[in-house]
């Protein structure tokens, strides 16, 4: 076996696995005794330029050799990242202290040249489907005070800009400002600041990181880090259990329980940031799949009415989606976030209470219910043509006849694109309530930035006004505060139907330990012996 | 023989122009790539910049066009998902796959056409019944149930072969090849062997008909009449008769397994083109769908006409252009 399961147990196997290398012409990588760690990644990586493509997968991939002026910990609350501290001095300005003495992995110190310029590098990379942008559309302007500092001017007030800087990673300015993709791919432009070095990149397969012993955090435990591609779900866990890898991440729901029931690994949890939800078509006389028991339009749109809207939730029985459909792998929800989120607050979840829902229903003037068609993914997160189907079933037995059109995630937002859908399952996952509200529940408005996956254009001006607020405060008490009050007055009107958050979970040798991230990311250099 | 190939290749050229049309405008009709690659953050504003940039706010006969443009000097377009020209993209995971389907038909051929052989000589044997009776089951498991039973089975429980992806490589005349090292032999086995099963049950099933029907016909009595041994007259008679039908099959067998080696690549995380078009597909990266299905059409073209012209040598009273 060229990878034993623990080298100290099988002194034999290291010899056949050194016997293997030889042979195999397998030369580079750690030395015999060095500690390596191997982690199963669940999602493609497309590119290394951590700036080309704002996909989970890429970031993942990019925080091990890149590093952000703001940091979250594991529970998504910032803390200081390449940036030791920084302040608003007034309403639109903001000012970065860099950490001092960070080395790029080539040597040349970091200074704020390099982060004025990753700051503006998303709207000029050529081609790039993106995301970046979106984190600094409220940047107006930024100045280089000294080598260590760094003003941001917004285009209006703006609390949400050390959230939205955690998004860009900041490279070196020497090795990117010419580089195209195939530089970051080949990895000479790979230079960052984190934690770890590019080592090798076989596109679709694997990534090869050494530490970078000039790192300015404690020095990880692992002088070596493979980070696979492997997307199959049983093929991931089938790796873990053969001691291929050390760690795996996003552990199939049907495989928790037997790995647990093995000794030599465990499983470790927590509550993710993606929130389940339900967007109800909420601007349409007429919305498309809705009709009466008999196929004939409706007078009115249902959803539109709060009791209609109240009498589905309390059909939906949240607690057994959970237990038995998520196999415990959710929690219910009431909230825009999960607990621990930024501007989370502990809203009561709403009770499975059928006979109220069905006296709901008559008093909204649907005593015998409607037809419905609810649409989602079955791909893209955790069982969701299962949650589909029983939310369908649920609604069903109080009157609402509800037919599930479950398609990938490519088919079904195409869809949704145009229009053909006004009952759609929809997951989301942010660092704070308010930056949630601006894309699920404020009125689209292309201009402002708002709304740009309220599906329902649900609108309510004054739970806007108070999102508006709250992102407008650099107080960041103040604007927790406001941002509790305006997810609590959407949850109170359903803006839309929450389900549950998502639970993230992770599968490792025994001897190994993590502190399970609420943002589902990876971290290697996280990762500690036990 | 050159009007042939000539009206050949311009079939092969229409086929494509064809195809591409398709292709293109059925990804079309699905949805905006943008939606998908980009991050759940950005706001209407960002995907059209994005959208736009890619030039995806073009209408559909524009797109084309540009891409029919590109495609007559040999660009295929560049990924959406991994701004890296597609045709890139597609010959970095080639030898990845040629190797896989390559020795999967060896391992089909090498066991299949011995396998049938025997079965057909021996009709009523108790080895003839046990080699049909597998053969069914080549037939009857799904290609992604086998691969997760021989994980399970010689990775995870007996711990003998590695789970997934592909072993050391090196590179034979620039090409990185794993199936001369060691290493690489031992991450090639299980996928291969995945793969191969459903050919070889076919293969032992049209060896043993062939085989069956020769050994009824007259040249055969004839060649024992004559005192040939019964190694001798399987050798020199019933084989190339055999061959022909198991040739073409065999060819496109050939072709299926490299285009669509998809299942098992997926589940063996095999880095070939296979793993590619689905992720492709996945995230309706249009040049790299077009690009990667001209490619195998191309395959599939090229496969044909070796097999023609196979026929021909393994058939003298053919001619190549006679073969249609």
Known sequence: ?530 | MLTYMLRRLAWSAATLLVMSLLVFAGVYAIGNPVELLINPQADQAEIARATALLGLDRPLWEQYWMFFRGALGGDLGVSFAASVPAITLILERMPATLELALAAMLIAVGIGIPLGLLAGLRPHSWLARTIMTLSTLGFALPTFWVGLLLIMVFSVQLGWLPTTGRGATVDVFGIPLSIFTADGLRHLLLPATTLALFKLALLVRLTRAGTQDAMLQDYVRYARAKGLSECAVVRSHVMPNILIPIVTVAGLELGSLIAFAIVTETVFAWPGMGKLLIDSINVLDRPVIVAYLLATVSLFILINLLVDLLYAVLDPRVQAGDAR
């Not at chain 1, 955090?217 to 050390?246: C, F, M, N, Q, Y």
């Not at chain 1, 093995?262 to 006389?285: F, G, M």
């Open chain 1, 1 to 530: 076996m060229r990878y034993p399961r623990t080298m100290k147990h099988y002194p034999l196997t290291k010899h056949l696995r050194l016997l293997c290398a030889a042979l195999s012409l397998f030369a580079a990588g750690a030395g015999a005794g060095a500690a390596e760690l191997r982690i199963g990644l669940s999602g493609e990586v497309t590119s290394l330029d951590p700036q080309y493509l704002a996909a989970q997968p890429n970031l993942t991939v990019a925080r091990h050799v890149f590093e952000s002026l703001t940091d979250v910990d594991p529970q998504t609350r910032l803390i200081p990242g390449l940036a030791e501290r920084w302040r608003a001095i007034d309403a639109t300005t903001w000012e970065f202290n860099l950490r001092r003495g960070v080395k790029f992995h080539d040597g040349s110190p970091l200074t704020a040249d390099d982060v004025a310029f990753s700051l503006a590098r998303p709207l000029s990379i050529k081609g790039s489907p993106g995301g970046f942008a979106a984190y600094v559309r409220a940047v107006a302007s930024t100045t280089v005070v000294d080598a260590n500092t760094l003003r941001v001017k917004t285009k209006y007030p703006y609390g949400a800009l050390p959230e939205d800087l955690n998004s860009i990673l900041i490279v070196s300015k020497k090795h990117a400002q010419n580089a195209g993709p195939e530089d970051f791919d080949s990895g000479r432009a790979l230079v960052g600041t984190g934690p770890y070095k590019f080592l090798r990149y076989q596109r679709g397969d694997r990534l090869e990181l050494t530490r970078n012993e000039q790192w300015w955090g404690k020095a990880p435990a692992w002088d070596k880090v493979t980070l696979r591609i492997l997307p199959a779900d049983p093929s991931r866990t089938a790796a873990l259990l053969s001691g291929e890898l050390d760690v795996i991440e996003h552990v199939p729901s049907a495989d928790i329980k037997n790995i647990n029931k093995n000794n030599k690994l465990h499983v470790t949890q927590t509550t993710s940031w993606r929130t389940i939800l339900l967007h109800l078509d909420q601007y349409r006389a007429q919305p498309p799949g809705v009709s009466d028991l008999n196929g004939k339009p409706l007078s009115a749109n249902p959803f539109m009415d709060l009791r209609v809207r109240r009498a589905m939730s309390k059909a939906i029985n949240r607690q057994a989606i959970a237990e038995r459909v998520m196999e415990g792998l959710a929690l219910p929800a009431a909230n825009v976030v999960s607990p621990g989120v930024f501007g989370y607050s502990a809203l009561k979840t709403e009770a499975h209470d059928p006979e109220g829902a069905k006296r709901l229903l008559a008093e909204a003037g649907y005593p015998n219910g409607f037809r419905v068609t609810l649409a989602g993914p079955n791909n893209r997160y955790i069982n969701d043509e299962q949650v589909l189907q029983t939310v369908a079933q649920l609604l069903t037995r109080i009157g609402i006849q509800t037919r599930v059109e479950a398609a990938p995630m490519s088919a079904f937002l195409g869809r949704v694109r145009k229009e053909e859908i006004s009952f759609a399952l929809l997951g989301w996952g942010s660092f704070a309530a308010d930056l949630s509200l601006r894309s699920l529940v404020a009125t689209p408005n292309a201009d402002k930035g708002y709304g740009a996956w309220n599906w329902g254009r649900y609108n309510n001006p004054k739970v806007e006004k108070l999102m508006e607020q709250a992102l407008g405060s650099v107080d960041r008490s103040k604007r927790e505060t406001l941002a509790r009050d305006a997810s609590a007055m959407a949850m109170q009107d359903l803006a839309f139907i929450p389900l549950h958050h998502q639970v993230v979970s992770w599968a490792m040798r025994a001897n190994l330990a993590y502190v399970p991230r609420t943002d589902e990311f990876t971290f290697a250099h996280h990762f500690t012996p036990r």
